[in-house]
């Protein structure tokens, strides 16, 4: 009684809403198939519901006797079992036509054993048993089908967009890259983007997992699937339907229904054998005792259901759950790889940190204040390309310090910036260019500084004093890495920056493990030995550089923010950057595979006791039944736990309860 299916309602779905998010074919994973689940989007309609009414009064006409006009045989108990039970007869014939032992197939068999035997009652009550948890297999499944639906249905159908000086409506399937979009108090942002104009709060819950309203102004971007709270904004339109973030995250949960994990595949196989095993303890029942009910209630007991059913569900409300947090997995697969990740292995720059140099600190030698030294040094950096330059410069207009234009400018490659401005001679760069113009620089100038780029700054032979540089730790990064800690996983930090960089996050991040000065081959040759000896590699990145490590490792992992390389090369795009989120996600997919394996373990148990206790004559075959669906839908609901609610987007799930 497997569930899920293909959905062949998901594009229709998706072309009335209007959103490209549909998986090419192309994209589909290749090991899946779907002949082997039957549909599991069961709506209650009323065939479904005046069948199991039809049985249900078959079965109390059989138990009361109400008309028995032969008395060989009960007319409404046969009526009864090819009625209530043609659904079941019908797939168990396609089971064994397309050569495929399932549930359908042994309950079919103990349906028409029971009535051979004159057991209708009995028979009827099994087919009543497997119509009941047919249907609530199927309302029980449909809650991940409408966590879709319900992504789906959040964009608007329509949006406003200023076009030749004048605002109009237009469907969202007519957006193109380049519109203007209007967004009033209330609306849902259709479109990744850029704020034109405007001021206002918006809620990415659904997009980034942060659970305040985010500030947005003129050049803030935005996410499809945002949540105006409060002023009209105008939005560049940059990335449309399956191209935005939002798109994305239901393109996650749709490849979840394609894809098919090993554990996935376990189940089918292990389903069968369940089956295999029941129909031969069943044989063996008859041999030795000769107790026909007993043989059909053996038949009836064992219940792979749990199992078939029960994983694909785990595996759709893992990726889901997933996706609502913000981390798009990329398939079944990668799920249940990154539950048995134990180590985690992390990039530097854009990934741990922002990526862009700041101002960390300035340090003016004896009468000269820090406002000179910044003056000073953006005045001469103005005209520089060079990203520390360009550092200083933003730092001083943050600032609000003058910055004078240069009269001269020259830049000498691997020393700094050689300026006049006003009339002064302005030195900015490191000890070698304070060296080639006589500018003597205490060694203790730049103490404590020793993780970021010292840039020394001189006007007219006389040291100012020096700037620290530096990229920015993210301010999540600690609580990420203490998340990971707690979950014992084994961290370690690769980066191409120098020693004393690196050293200076590890230490303030709180890893131990630190290789600095690698090359992007020796971050390749590094993942290639962990995995060599065993581990289980994630590994963290955002740059083109970090591209073969991410495909290397058993997961890669790209940030939201990296380049087309590394997300197209990872297994898992952070679309919010937030590392806490990965924390998360690592801590779902965990969850998740201990919910397959205690549906494994409880389903094996179960039919174990089940079938020995039938042999023996202790279960009857309406107790048997019983057992069967209850077990089913024990393991079932197991699995159903980690589908996402409606409004279960903020949790955190790192120590969750449930």
Known sequence: ?????????????????????????????????????????????????????????????????????????????????????????????????????????????????????????????????????????????????????????FLPRSVSVRRGGAVRDVDTDDLKVGDAVLVNPGGRVPVDGTVLSGHSFLDQARITGESMPVEKVAGSPVYAGSINQSGAIEIRTERIGRDTSYGKIIEAVERAERSRAPVQRLADRLAGYLVYFALGAAALTFLIT?????????????????????????ILGGIGRAARLGAIIKGGLYLESLGRVDTIVLDKTGTLTFGRPEVQTIVPTEGVSPGMIIEAAASAEVRSEHPLGQAIVTYARAQGRTILEPERFDYTPGRGITAVVGGATILVGNRGLMMDHGVAVPATLAAGVEAASEIFVARDGRLLGAIAVADTVRPEARRAVEALARMRLRTILLTGDTKAVANAVARSLGIGEVEADLLPEDKLARIKELVAHGRVVAMLGDGNNDAPALTEATVGVAMGSGTDVARESADVVLLGNDLVRFAD?????????????????????????????????????????????????????????????????REAVIGDPY
């Open 1 to 153: 009684m497997a569930v899920l299916e293909d959905p062949p309602v998901l594009p229709d779905v998706a072309e009335q809403r209007q959103v490209r998010t549909t998986v090419p074919a192309t994209e589909a994973h290749d090991d899946h198939d779907y002949d082997d689940q039957h549909d599991g989007e069961h709506a209650f309609a009323w065939p479904e519901a005046a069948r199991i009414a039809f049985v249900a009064l078959a079965a109390a006409a059989v138990w009361f006797r109400l008309w028995e006009p032969l008395a060989s045989v009960s007319v409404i108990g046969v009526l009864g079992v090819i009625v209530g039970g043609w659904p079941i007869f019908k797939e168990a014939a396609e089971n064994i036509v397309a050569r495929r032992m399932t549930m359908e197939l042994s309950m079919s068999i103990a349906i028409v054993a029971a009535a051979a035997i004159g057991e209708f009652f009995t028979a009827l009550v099994i087919t009543l048993f497997v119509l009941v948890a047919e249907v609530l297999e199927g309302m029980t499944v449909s809650r991940g089908r409408r966590a879709i639906h319900d992504l789906l249905d």
């Open 585 to 649: 996600t690592v801590a779902i997919a965990r969850r998740t595979r201990r919910i397959v394996w205690q549906n494994f373990v409880g389903t094996i148990a179960v039919d174990t006791i089940g079938i020995v206790l039938a042999s023996l004559g202790f279960l009857n075959p309406l107790l048997a039944a019983f057992i069967h669906v209850a077990s089913e839908m024990t393991f079932i609901l197991n699995s159903a736990r980690l589908l996402p609610g409606a409004e279960r987007t």
């Open 290 to 314: 000769r107790d026909v009910r007993a043989t059909i209630s053996v038949v009836i007991v064992a219940g792979a259901c749990g199992i078939a059913a029960g994983t694909p569900l785990a």
